[in-house]
């Protein structure tokens, strides 16, 4: 291993996700959370659990939280948070790619600023419908491309940059298309602006539905 390469490994695995509990572990931060999973219920799949921020976000009706974490340090980290909530919380897997349940095994699923990150966010989310029981919904709190052309372009020229700089982290996605795409119906989303970078300023927030009766994707990682 080359001494770039040590350093970004470093990076990535030390740095990256010590600045994103930081960062994203802010109040103005948690209160967009508290909204998001107000109506979240029962036995909860998360995906990228990392430190633990949403735990003191979720409302008395969730009964168990399923974790999907990579991160050895975001699992340390969410320690204190655990130990302060009554929520049972059973991590499960690593990535989101491959989620090792059951095919319709759990009530609901919550990604906060998650899907910007994952290595195939198509593969994450059909994942994710994959393990929903029917009528269950995704819950998802998401920066993505912003309805401004200009600053869209702006995204895409940096998009590369922030790759490489933030564990992964894209900024061109339309959240509300892709989980469409993947076969959520319906997918409700509202889109709003928040103070910050504006290249990460643009939400995307909203629940996406496993219609009742519908099949397992055929293409998901449990059928391959």
């Known amino acids: 291993m080359t001494g770039l390469s040590a350093f970004k490994r470093f990076y990535d695995e030390q740095v990256v996700p010590r600045a994103i509990d930081k960062v994203l572990g802010s109040k103005p931060l948690g209160k967009l959370r508290q909204r998001a999973l107000a109506e979240v219920e029962g036995e909860v799949l ?5 430190s633990g921020t949403n735990l003191p976000h ?3 009706a969730i009964t168990r939280i399923i974790a999907v974490e990579p991160s050895p340090v ?6 204190r948070r ?3 909530t009554s929520i049972p919380v059973d991590f499960v897997g690593l990535v989101g790619e491959s989620i090792p349940l059951d095919d319709a095994s759990v009530d609901n699923a919550v990604s906060t600023w998650t899907l910007c990150s994952v290595q195939d966010v198509a593969r994450v989310v059909a994942e994710v419908r994959r393990v929903l029981r029917p009528g269950g919904r995704l819950f998802f709190l998401e920066h993505g491309l912003s309805d401004d052309p200009r600053l869209a372009d702006r995204q895409h020229r940096r998009n590369a940059m922030q790759q490489r700089l933030a564990g992964g982290c ?3 996605h339309r959240h509300d298309e892709l989980l ?7 997918v409700e989303c509202a889109t709003f602006v928040i103070a910050g970078p504006k290249t990460m300023s643009q939400m995307y927030a909203g629940t996406a539905r496993k219609p009742s009766g519908s ?5 998901s990682a449990a059928g391959e």
């Open 170 to 172: 894209q900024l061109i």
């Open 46 to 50: 998360e995906i990228g659990f990392g």
């Open 82 to 84: 655990l130990d302060a």
């Open 215 to 219: 099949a397992t994707p055929a293409a």
């Open 58 to 60: 979720y409302p008395d």
């Open 74 to 79: 975001g699992r340390r980290l969410a320690r």
């Open 180 to 186: 469409r795409d993947a076969g959520f119906e319906p």
